[in-house]
């Protein structure tokens, strides 16, 4: 299909049209939809693995890897995964009409911040089909109006989600631009939606750093992101070193190739010699290769000696750069330095380093005593994740429903003027 | 003096380096170094007002308006404004180290939310001097290291009053670079600025429209911002008619010249025989011109036909589009088509009449039966404005100290890990 720019146009301000009514929807209204939605994705499994298949098919022939293919491939228990999801989304408090805050002036005027959606959203993804579902779940739930562009592996399992949402917003008699789908496969349609300032309150991609660099470039709309998750840990000198290690080998093993692994190890000196040992022999058999600067390697002598482009780096995967320091006060520093504000983490006991390091650190979460791994929206309690921010703008660190809601004043008067 | 990348650059890195420190800083520093900045305005007066001087000579040489040398000029009544104005922002709460919110999860994390400031801001101005003494106390107040780029025309001025703060700081052995000055007038070094996203966390433009877009174009760094004031205020049918008289002659004519001055009257037709004969002499005795619709000509047949691009017009003058509606609904419509969602009005007894419009017009601040004059960061007790936003992303409406906050998650544990 062609990149058809009237087409995109006019879907556009239909969905900006459909965000002034899903604006207005009862908690109870919506909540309704979102539980037909999940009826209709259980009711429609077939069908959507038919349209998937038709993906799996187009890729295989193209020799994407095994891995893609997996992260792009339904059965059965993921579309009941998605369906759960939509309900847990439904269960999940309504971030609209809710008052932040209300006070009263001495003339009289009583104001009041009250919360609101944000508009239309565009969100830009990669491969896997339950983020169509998860991202229409939430701006739905939020009042916000959608705009999906997923990847073109994808095209046929996304479109097939995407009509499940609107066959359920048909029946309610509900404008189906509020979750709308970009029709096209050609590139040229980002660009063309990423220069709709007017209409596009907000943009999310979601993929790797280059898609997300890509998007900031070309676009004057706000983008809500992180780059890269270069997370570090700092073992102080009062750490518990069991737990510690414990920590460690959690935050760096658990799951390697995601934004909140820990890329860099940092050792206070004094606890070097009693710490690295150790947890450089679970980390060995863990498979996790070590890139160690000169004083870790005199207690990680297998490990491999650090570049200095390793520090501040985003593995992604079983490898870790370790530093001995001075003190904390380095060690900071370090993360001033290196680090990519996104978590960032001390283990100590010692209750005054902890409050320096909670004080000075400044990431979207600062962790103490716990590993990166919980910088995340459910682990965090939000039930539900649309992304992590390291902007200060707006939204920052892990992303709810409050992430997807600005908010207006209400003031109420009763004939006051200026003077 | 020319541009000189290197040499805005160290500075701009010397500005995020302080803006750790400044970030760091408690209540009580804070408020001394702004008391001590003030009694220096005072003591200082003469030789500012000898700066000032030079400026407004160079300016007059120039042959610029005489509103514009007004707006120029400083006295000594205008720098004890200034002081006063120091001490206000020194003696507002502090928005930092605020604890937004916090909360258990079942595994024993304790998440906390807590304020901080952006980092570094840059503040584009156009002449008035003051704007240097007011930003760079709520960026200081508000733990924010701030760089100042003002007109050409008030150059001298606006450098004897940064000195004021350098000064201040140096005697507090404080990093001079947490108040920085743009210390050249070639229009390249904005642009220059304008391109450090990875060291400027904000860019707030004071000034006209034109300034507004360019800065918008020409920078990837967030910007928050209204491009234009255009307020509407609808005259209900079941409004009391001697308030809204009132309301309407302050809203349009107390200060026509700002952005929350009225820009267009909707009036409900079964009112308008009463309403607009009356109101419109008020007006007419004003000076005020209207452009009107065909309906709103039967009652003001002096008016002037209103050109279509007469409504979504911002005139900031004593002009008053005048627009004639058969129901509330039209009139939310027109304001949804023709608004720039900063301030608008409903003058209406009727409680159901107001609940719908609080709810469906989407404008930063939507008030009820009040002069849209009182939208304004001092008229809703933030004591200090850095600017308004018609934005949905951060700050929306008058912006205060907490409009140059952001906030961290910090979270607590005792070693736990994810599994």
Redesign the interface.
Known sequence: MKTNQPALLKMVTAAKKAS?ET??LGTEVKNKILAAVACELRARSAWILAQNAKDIKAVKASGLSPAMIDRLTLNSSRIEAMARGVEAVANLPDPIGHLISS?K?PNG?K?SKVS?P??VILIIYESRPNVTVDCAALCFKSGNAVILRGGREAFYSNQALVSVFEKILGKFNFSKACVSFVRTTDRKAVDALLKMEEQI??VIPRGGQTLIRKV??AS?I?V?KHYQGICHIFVDQAA?LK?AE??V???KL?RPGVCNAMETLLVHEKIAADFLPKVGERLKSGACELRTDKLARKYLPWGKPAKPDDFGREFLDKILAVKVVPDMNAAIQHI?TYGSGHTDAILSEDRQA?EQF???V??????????T???DGF???FGAEIGIST????A???MGLEGLT??????????????
């Open positions: 002034f604006a207005q006070w002036r005027l104001i609101v944000l508009g309150n907000l900031v470039r004057r706000p809500v518990d737990k414990e920590i080998i959690n935050a658990q001033q902890q909670k004080q000075r400044d990431s979207a979460s600062v962790m103490v005593n716990a590993s791994r919980f910088s682990e965090f309690g902007d200060k703008i707006h920052r660190g892990p600005s908010y207006k004043y209400v003031v109420e008067g009763n004939g006051q003027i200026r003077s």
